[in-house]
């Protein structure tokens, strides 16, 4: 369905007008039949967010049929305080944790204490994009954070792997938004159907990179077109003149011509 979108132009330079073939296979008529409005600002973070995601992959485990997050180094490495419990589970899940691009080391000397080497590539880029606005440092709270999430998780389900995780989720759905175009950016007829092209081959077309809709139906043309007139009762008006013609004749005030 998405796949058939055609723009029609841009609206208040917030949204991009479009039609969408809504119909059935049986009905056999060309073009598309709803009206949408599409935020620009929206689609244009759900594309940056879906290829983020897919560049924070390692390609050469990707050919492999893997999947492993780009990571980098920090030195000197990251000390991080947790409870006994947590370290047991963590290190229980060392291999899982370093696909997720986190790499850690567990000193024999302090039983509270973790060492990370590692973290996901996307974590340093959120740390440089904060300091470059001149903002506290945020990847040692993010990784708190990381590490938290899946602690609970192989508490709860058993294991430390699934979805893409919760917190680099987050901050992906930060880069999206930060470098996404924005109300009120003017777009050519050309551009807005390169970014309805590209919403068009998103696995989650309908919803920005935080959930919210994408785009708001208005109105399906063959509704409009299709709608009826209300039709006089003749039937009902044909008694209503005998009714007339019968108890009228016998009006004494009526006048006769």
């Given at each position: 369905m998405v796949h058939s979108m055609k723009v029609l132009q841009q609206v208040d330079n917030k949204f991009i007008a479009c039609v969408i073939n809504t119909r059935n296979e049986m009905d056999k008529k060309e073009g598309g039949n709803l009206v949408v409005l599409v935020d620009q600002h929206a689609a244009h973070e759900r594309i940056r967010l879906e290829q983020l995601i897919a560049d924070s992959y390692e390609k050469e485990a990707a050919e492999c049929g893997k999947k492993k997050l780009l990571s980098s180094s920090i030195s000197p490495p990251m000390e991080i305080e947790v409870t006994e419990e947590q370290r047991r589970i963590l290190r229980c899940c060392y291999k899982n944790l370093k696909d997720l691009g986190l790499e850690l080391s567990f000193p024999e000397t302090n039983s509270s204490l973790i060492l990370v080497k590692k973290v996901p590539?996307?974590?340093?880029?959120?740390?440089?994009?904060?300091?470059?606005?001149k903002r506290q440092p945020?990847?040692?709270s993010i990784v708190e954070e990381f590490i938290q999430e899946q602690v609970e998780l192989v508490q709860t389900t058993g294991r430390a792997r699934g979805t893409l995780p919760l917190t680099l989720l987050k901050v992906l759905a930060s880069q999206a938004c930060h470098g996404a175009i924005k109300f009120n950016?003017?777009?050519?007829?050309e551009e807005s159907c390169q970014l309805i092209k590209a919403l068009s081959s998103c696995q989650l077309p309908f919803q920005c990179a935080h959930g919210r809709p994408s785009m708001m139906p208005l109105a399906d043309i063959d509704h409009l077109q299709q709608e009826i007139q209300p039709k006089p009762n003749l039937a009902r008006l044909r008694k209503m003149v005998r009714a007339w013609h019968l108890f009228g004749s016998k009006d004494p005030n009526q006048k006769k011509y």
């Open positions: 590539l996307c974590f340093i880029e959120r740390e440089a994009n904060e300091l470059r606005r945020v990847t040692e950016d003017s777009l050519t007829l």
